[in-house]
């Protein structure tokens, strides 16, 4: 007798049995989002030849792209406040609650709004999380959907997001797009898309009005994106029809990879990480591709075709990191970090005092209120004006209240 037979057991038995599989599969699940959670902070996927968790969870465990990309963010969260793995283990939260749930909490949070979430529905936490942080309304439209496109129908939606705060900034870890076949050599492709890239669409079709009399949107997509994979290839590897005759003269910078190298070793790497693992598995990435010395510069290595190599960022990172010592890299990457921060913060400045000038105001005092801008240089150039000028309005009180205090002094 077949196992997945279960006509003949009784009702009782079943409906006991039924529960306590589902039982098993809760605790099964908290157990697996606990392991995916030590691997993804330890990086276990480097060295297994992964660019990220969501390439091992796909490749590896076999997981859906949506059962990965739910159970990574799950996971993620569950990291962070360690009551997810109970709340998921007996079953009063399920994984799509978690990932709603994840955005919103914080230490001081995290307990009430769990307890909140108990046992509710996906449509019954949405309903809590609108109530408790509610959003602005959606714009009103309406407009007319053909009445037959079965394919696109079918065509899954996501809705992407970030859960708690270590989301590699990988397309992989993403939520899944769809790019939906539907006959051999045939895909169904269906993007929202902004007024400006709608316009460019528009135009582009009026433009190749004498080769494509039909507008056919696929094949104007076909041309432009020919267009940008020249430009593409010419920016990353120096691709040309018509290469410079001689030798160029070397560049001063230790680091400079040629085009000439840079083009063969993109040829002979086929545009994929190289990085193997022990088992002798090859990286699948394509994307975010650096060439990387087989040598380290520091070390004597020199950009030749031979000392060049294709590596993800994750492994490039990963191999500077055998080479140099974790301790270091991290030390090196947070240098990197303070930079880019203090860069960003000097440029929210810079971007104001041109209008603080044009308002007649003297060049120190539009460096002095424009520094006021480093507090929050995320703000809009709007808001970062208007809080450049409050430093006036500081001053001025002060002004205020010293004369005042002046003028009583007998």
């Not at 037959?148 to 899944?176: I, N, T, W």
């Not at 270091?328 to 400045?349: D, G, L, N, P, W």
């Amino acid at each position: 007798m077949s196992t997945y037979s279960l006509s003949h057991v009784p009702d009782a038995a079943l409906a006991r049995d039924l529960a306590a599989a589902a039982a098993r599969d809760r605790a099964a699940t908290a157990n697996l989002l606990a392991h995916i959670a030590e691997f993804d902070a330890r990086k276990l996927y480097v060295p297994a030849a992964h660019p990220s968790m969501y390439s091992y969870c796909v490749h590896e465990l076999r997981l859906s792209e949506e059962a990965a990309f739910k159970r990574i963010h799950a996971a993620r969260a569950a990291r962070r406040f360690p009551a997810l793995f109970a709340a998921v283990a007996d079953g009063r939260l399920h994984l799509s609650a978690v990932v709603m749930l994840a955005p919103h909490l914080t230490p001081e949070s995290a307990e009430e709004l769990l307890a909140a979430a108990t046992h509710k529905s996906k449509s019954e936490i949405e309903q809590l999380l609108a109530a408790r942080f509610p959003q602005p309304d959606l714009p009103e439209h309406m407009g007319a959907i053909a009445a037959s496109q079965p394919a696109l129908a079918m065509v899954e939606q996501h809705a992407p997001g970030r859960v708690g705060q270590s989301v590699p900034e990988c397309a992989e870890d993403r939520a899944p797009q769809r790019l939906a076949p539907l006959s051999p050599q045939r895909y169904a492709l269906q993007v929202t898309v902004g007024q400006e890239t709608h316009d460019k669409l528009r135009y582009a079709q009026a433009l190749l009005g004498h080769q494509l009399p039909s507008g056919d949107l696929a094949r104007v997509l076909d041309k432009a994106l020919d267009v940008l994979i020249r430009q593409l290839e010419k920016r990353k590897f120096g691709a040309t029809e018509r290469p410079r005759r001689g030798r160029r003269r070397p560049s001063p910078n230790p680091r400079h990879i040629p085009a000439a190298v840079r083009s063969a070793v993109w040829e002979r790497d086929q545009g994929q990480c190289t990085f193997r693992s022990d088992s002798g598995r090859r990286c699948p990435a394509h994307t975010r591709l650096e060439y990387d010395h087989i040598h380290p510069v520091a070390r004597g290595g020199h950009a030749t075709v031979e000392g060049i190599r294709l590596r993800c960022r994750a492994h490039n990172q990963y191999d500077a990191e055998c080479a140099f010592g974790a301790g270091f890299m991290e030390r090196k990457r947070e240098q990197a970090r303070e930079a880019a921060a203090a860069a960003k913060r000097q440029q929210a400045i810079d971007e104001v005092i041109p209008y603080l000038k044009a308002l007649g105001l003297r060049a120190g005092e539009s460096q002095a209120a424009a520094a006021l801008c480093e507090r929050d240089p995320r703000a809009s150039l709007e808001q970062r004006v208007k809080l450049a000028l409050t430093y006036f309005a500081h001053r001025h009180c002060t002004r205020t209240k010293y004369v005042k205090a002046a003028a009583n002094t007998p």
